[in-house]
């Protein structure tokens, strides 16, 4: 065997482990859920879908995941407007300040979680929010913001600047412009915003923890029956979780592709 | 006086302390082709903006019809631009690109597309209607940027440097097509240009603009002709320019004793010039032959040949004179033929008094 082949072995090799102790956890988790055995182990204990059952005969975990599929629905519309908003005020404005504008848009998510859990419980206990889904939903908002303004901004990045003003310059009012130049140019990353920061909401776990009270989104659900027991059932939430975020993000990255791959044919 | 179409009235932009345009007025008729001219950071694309309404002006006036168009937004004039970057929107069709303005002026579809339609065919850019303006070239490009711009039937249009981004044979094509377009559509034409061959190729009438300011304003030949300053002469390009000292002689005219030897050229008819001044004379490149030996009439200077350029059916002349001033002789391919410059050669360069003009002091 040639030495270049065997790099390349190597190289694939070593790739494949990688994803293996990446996704290991995960495929085990679906492995799992659908086994007969009350316990993980090997040897399967035969194909069974009870645990699906079990979780959609659970009154708590069926309004757990309600309660998730409504923050993120509603989280990914507001966040991705506001993301939107400010990258496009990035794009269009100069003004004193605007390196703090930015730095400050972008700032929470590299807060720690749990200070921002902790802060937002003490805030929204002051405005009557929190223990709502409203209060998670702000706390989601909050944090996935800034990636649906880092989504916009990149898109925003090759927009020609004359190109708003030629708009202008053939007639189109801004508000014409908004939304006959700026808006569908920007419309794989507006969608891929949604779908990324619906997949933010959706596992969130820390921020909903602190805020949610009674109105348990799916992942502190989990949590929850985590502590009690170790059941089975779990690898079923698990599952079902990691398809839709695997899918959010799937399709966000598939919009992005898409951005990227004719950005690089016009320069090209 | 009849009204004329745009009026310029002391327009001035300051950004900060740096004065963009610091003071510029003119007039443009109706139907003309409008030049502004100048090196980068001459205040001319300035100008141009703030006749489209995309840049405020700090002060002053501009008029379309002996109305105030200041306050008018961009959207609201009728003077749309061809930009340097064509800044086409990359995600319609150059169908959709064309029918942008008549979509925003609310003209119904069918009506829309008929338009289009037609100022497609005229730019011949139909055969591609339906693709994506990032599957086209710049020559391509340029039409469809035209063809937005002029679908809307506008009075005066609007040129950045069309031209800066072509290739040099689709430049020359495309000049000729824009004087083509301007005579059959008898709208006015405004073109901002670093080139002068550009400019005088097309317009009626150049600006020439430096640092904000008006330089000269003039048919393309006047300006040749008669620089107004050695600005202008330089910036043209093609002339010879001596700096020296003036006799007055007996006959009025001035003898210039100066870098290329003594040379005489007419008093200026505003006069000025008195024996012992400074004074710079510029006498075009073109004005200059070529000779073996002098005739002892007009002006003569025994020189040597440095180099030869050609450009373009251009014979470009650098000589060297005796007493080591340079002067340059443009000749025509053809001339030059006939008669072969070795480097080195010594030859006579003469012209006569009266094709030289001194500059105002």
New interface residues.
């Given amino acids: 065997m040639s030495m270049a082949a065997l790099r390349r072995l190597l190289l694939v090799a070593y790739t494949v482990l990688v994803f293996a102790f990446i996704f290991a956890p995960i495929v085990s988790t679906i492995v799992f859920s659908f086994n007969a055995d009350r316990f993980p182990s090997l040897p399967w204990g035969g194909f069974s879908l009870q645990w699906y059952e079990a979780i959609f005969a659970d009154a708590t975990i069926q309004r757990g995941l309600i309660n998730s599929l409504i923050v993120a629905g509603v989280t990914c519309v507001i966040a991705t407007f506001l993301g939107f908003s400010a990258a496009y005020i990035d794009y269009r404005y100069r003004f004193l300040g605007k390196s703090v504008y930015l730095a400050l848009a972008a700032l929470p998510p590299t807060v720690p979680v749990v200070i921002l859990g902790v802060a937002l419980l003490t805030f929204e206990g002051r405005v009557g929010l929190s223990g709502t889904l409203q209060g998670i939903i702000v706390g989601h908002v909050v944090l996935s913001t800034p990636f649906a303004m880092a989504l916009v901004r990149m898109r925003l990045a090759d927009l020609d600047p004359d190109i708003e003003r030629a708009a202008w310059n053939l007639g189109a009012s801004p508000w014409a412009t908004m939304f006959g130049v700026i808006v569908p140019f920007c419309t794989p990353a507006i969608l891929a915003a949604i779908f990324l920061t619906a997949a933010v909401s959706f596992d969130e776990f820390m921020i909903a923890w602190f805020v949610s009270g009674v109105n348990e989104t799916l992942p502190v659900r989990v949590l929850a029956m985590l502590q009690g027991q170790v059941s089975p059932r779990i690898n079923a939430i698990g599952a079902i979780v990691f398809g839709v975020s695997i899918t959010l993000v799937v399709l966000a990255q598939l919009l992005l592709g898409r951005m990227s791959g004719r950005a690089a044919r016009k320069k090209g | 006086m009849a009204t004329p179409m745009i009026e310029l009235d002391r327009v001035a932009k300051h950004y900060g302390n740096h004065a963009a345009v610091a003071e510029v007025s003119f007039t443009i008729d109706k139907g003309e082709f409008i030049a502004l001219m100048g090196p980068s950071g001459c205040g001319k694309t300035t100008t141009l903006r703030m006749i489209?309404g995309?840049d405020q002006p700090t002060s002053g006036e501009i008029r379309l019809w002996g109305r105030r168009l200041n306050e008018d937004?961009?959207?609201e004039r009728d003077?749309?631009?061809v930009?340097q970057?064509y800044?086409?929107?990359?995600?319609l069709s150059v169908r959709k690109n064309v029918e942008?303005?008549l979509?925003?002026?609310r003209l119904p579809a069918p009506e829309r597309r008929k338009k289009a339609e037609e100022w497609m065919e005229r730019l011949g850019i139909a055969g591609f209607a339906e693709r994506g303006v990032?599957q086209l070239s710049g020559g391509q490009r340029q039409r469809v940027a035209l063809a937005?711009?002029l679908a809307?039937e506008p009075e005066m249009l609007l040129l950045d440097e069309p031209l800066s981004a072509l290739d040099p044979h689709l430049r020359v094509r495309m000049q000729s097509e824009l004087v083509r377009l301007h005579r059959e559509l008898g709208i006015t034409f405004i073109c901002v240009t670093h080139s002068h061959s550009e400019a005088f190729a097309m317009a009626d009438r150049v600006v020439i603009m430096n640092e904000g300011r008006i330089q000269q304003i003039g048919a393309p030949r006047e300006i040749h002709r008669r620089a107004a300053n050695r600005f202008v002469a330089e910036f043209v390009g093609g002339n010879n320019i001596f700096t020296g000292t003036a006799r007055v002689e007996d006959d009025g005219s001035i003898a210039l004793a100066g870098p290329v030897g003594t040379v005489h050229a007419p008093s200026p008819l505003e006069g000025g010039i008195v024996t012992g001044a400074a004074a710079t004379l510029v006498v075009p490149a073109d004005r200059i032959e070529l000779a073996a030996a002098g005739t002892g009439c007009g002006n003569e200077v025994a020189a040597r040949v440095v180099t030869v350029e050609f450009v373009g059916s251009t014979v470009t002349v650098f000589l060297e004179t005796e007493g080591g001033g340079e002067l340059h002789a443009q000749r025509s391919l053809h001339e030059m033929e006939n008669t072969p410059l070795a480097v080195g050669q010594p030859v006579v360069a003469r012209w006569s008094p009266q094709q030289g003009f001194f500059l105002p002091a």
């Fill in positions: 489209a995309l937004a961009p959207w003077a749309p631009l930009w970057s800044a086409l929107f990359p995600f942008f303005g979509k925003q002026r990032d937005r711009a809307l």
